[in-house]
């Protein structure tokens, strides 16, 4: 697996000194799906801040394919383009006055030519199902509305990456399952995808490797499964377990599964669960 971002003894502190990241150390590769989990203040949204350029490491190196980062403005141009980020708070990315016009921002900027921004706001709207949004003014539609715009406009930058703050936040369930169907069809088409998230469902359904923060450090970093199966690690976290991953350990503690069997991600897996316990 080709890496795309690498983070090497990351160090950032706010003004009041207190430490949102303590020497992480994370490479993210092509065509992954991460999970990154932890409590309120363990550090997940200032990591997302550093991947993409907008907080500049005080300590540390960040490598985009191989290359360090200088944070130039070149550097950071290209850091963005190619490392999207999905803010949590929708309306700290919306600044444009149509979905079109906020779609087209970033293509623009890159100063590409009128057909590709064209090829490329058109693009986004339908992945996130925006089409007939064009002329609507974003700060009057809903909330779950949008979170899709501001995912249609990293969309339209094409990253290799892409960052989603807390995604599911302010979504209905339908549209939680609209947004799953696309995040799975970017992931099919190549894009890396890093989800921050307190929903611990969602996130053994959709990724593949789960990275913990704790105090601003990095606590766990592996598969999914293994995170979810320490106990020890989830309490030092503050998570729980995913239902169906729950569910399926108190049956086996029933009926005796040495857990030879892989542990449900999808109601269909837990069906297969139960008739092979």
Do not use: W
């Not at 590769?29 to 203040?41: D, F, P, S, T």
């Amino acid at each position: 697996m080709k890496e795309i971002l690498r983070l090497e003894h990351v160090s950032f502190c706010y003004e009041d000194r207190y430490p949102a990241q303590k020497d992480v150390c994370v490479a993210i590769g092509e065509g992954e799906r991460i999970a990154v989990l932890g409590g309120n203040g363990a550090g997940k949204s200032t990591f997302f801040l550093c991947c993409n350029g907008i907080l500049r490491p005080q300590k540390g190196k960040i490598f985009l394919r191989g290359r360090e980062m200088t944070f130039s403005k070149e550097d950071i141009r290209q850091l963005r383009q190619s490392v999207g980020l999905v803010f949590q708070e929708s309306d700290s990315q919306i600044i444009a006055g149509t979905v079109e016009s906020e779609v087209s921002f970033g293509p623009m900027n890159l100063r590409l030519p009128r057909a590709e921004v064209a090829a490329r706001v058109s693009y986004a709207l339908e992945q996130m199902t925006l089409c007939g949004y064009q002329d609507r003014a974003p700060q009057y539609l809903s909330g779950g509305e949008k979170k899709k715009v501001c995912i249609a406009d990293i969309l339209a930058m094409k990253p290799e990456l892409l960052l989603l703050d807390e995604p599911t936040a302010s979504l209905d369930p339908g549209n939680v399952s609209r947004l799953e169907q696309t995040l799975g069809e970017l992931s099919a088409a190549g894009m890396s995808l890093v989800v921050s998230t307190h929903d611990v469902d969602f996130a053994y359904r959709f990724a593949d490797r789960g990275i913990v923060f704790h105090g601003g450090e990095v606590i766990a970093d592996g598969s999914i499964a293994e995170v979810f199966e320490s106990d020890a690690l989830l309490s030092r976290a503050g998570l729980k377990k995913p239902l169906l991953y729950a569910a399926a350990e108190l049956m086996g503690k029933r009926f005796g599964n040495d857990k030879a069997i892989m542990m449900p991600r999808s109601i269909r897996e837990f069906e297969n669960y139960v008739e092979n316990i």
